[in-house]
């Protein structure tokens, strides 16, 4: 007996099987394709402000950067702080303007794959501070007062809005526990509000924004001393050949969009190099502090 006989149709429908596999197999695989070769970069923000506003601050130094890199920088404010956290870590992001805390989880979660690229500095000193604030009219003269009274913090994970001004309390002998009620809102301008609006007490915030406020019916209570700055850092989707280039443009604009985006960033701002012992006041900070009380 011969060998089975050869069925043209059987042929034709078999190879119109395979292209059809073929192509959606590939259709399959055009998002992934589509992102890995997406031309520009994604610089992160955190979302310690209105989007508005921060659009307004940030995207004159996007634009700066995309001058100095070739390459286009698309401005991206993270819906979450912990968004951002994620989305640098895993290198969904190309750089990111970033907090203390957050940078502290962000490297620890890439494996140090983080690129400090500069600090941010205001007068030319790489620190801010943080502040708690009461309205004008309020009895409340120190920290240890605050017991039994209500207060609002910014993001569970901002340093200035909620990690610092626990520590400042802390430091006073006052405990989570010992206020009357906290709540936790999503920016510092919220926090400054609710506390002019009456729904607080007092509040935790960063002292620039809280100064802000300050003709509004804001006092500062107490303020930090001077804390690690924010940095800009690339991820591991920036091929490090870019660092220098892009730390240099930082330290020393000399074009007039350069001079665009560090007027953007507010009264003296400016940056300094950046390097990994700024943060290890940040660690001991966060140490010190209980996970829960």
Not at 14 to 22: G, K, L, P
Not at 131 to 154: K, N, Y
Not at 237 to 250: G, I, K, N
């Amino acid at each position: 007996m011969g060998p089975p006989a050869f069925d043209m149709a059987d042929a034709s429908n078999a190879s119109s099987n395979d292209r059809r596999r073929s192509l959606l197999l590939a259709l399959a695989g055009l998002p992934l394709l589509a992102a890995a070769q997406r031309p520009g970069w994604i610089f992160s923000v955190h979302p310690f402000d209105t989007p508005r506003r921060l659009f307004a601050r940030f995207r004159p130094l996007c634009d700066y950067l995309q001058e100095v890199s070739g390459v286009p920088i698309e401005l991206q404010v993270a819906s979450t702080y912990e968004q951002q956290i994620s989305d640098v870590a895993q290198g969904r992001v190309h750089l990111s303007y970033i907090g203390p805390t957050p940078y502290l989880r962000a490297r620890a979660r890439s494996g140090g794959a983080l690129r400090l690229i500069a600090a941010e500095a205001i007068d030319g000193v790489a620190a801010y501070r943080s502040a708690i604030v009461v309205r004008t009219d309020s009895p409340v003269q120190s920290l240890e007062q605050l017991r039994g009274r209500s207060m609002a913090f910014g993001n569970a994970i901002s340093f200035s809005s909620f990690v610092v001004p626990r520590y400042m309390l802390a430091n006073a002998g006052v405990t989570l526990r010992d206020l009357g009620y906290f709540r936790h809102l999503n920016r510092h301008e919220q926090v400054a509000l609710a506390v002019l609006h009456r729904d607080f007490d007092a509040g935790g915030l960063r002292l620039e924004l809280a100064n802000e406020y300050l003709a509004r019916g804001l006092r500062v209570l107490a303020q930090s001393e001077p804390l690690p700055p924010h940095v800009i850092v690339a991820t591991s989707a920036v091929a490090s050949s870019f660092d220098a280039a892009l730390t240099a443009a930082l330290l020393a604009p000399e074009t007039e969009s350069g001079r665009r985006a560090l007027a953007a960033l507010g009264r003296g701002a400016s940056f300094l190099p950046a390097f990994e012992s700024m943060f290890d006041y940040a660690q001991r900070v966060v140490k010190a502090l209980p996970e829960t009380e």
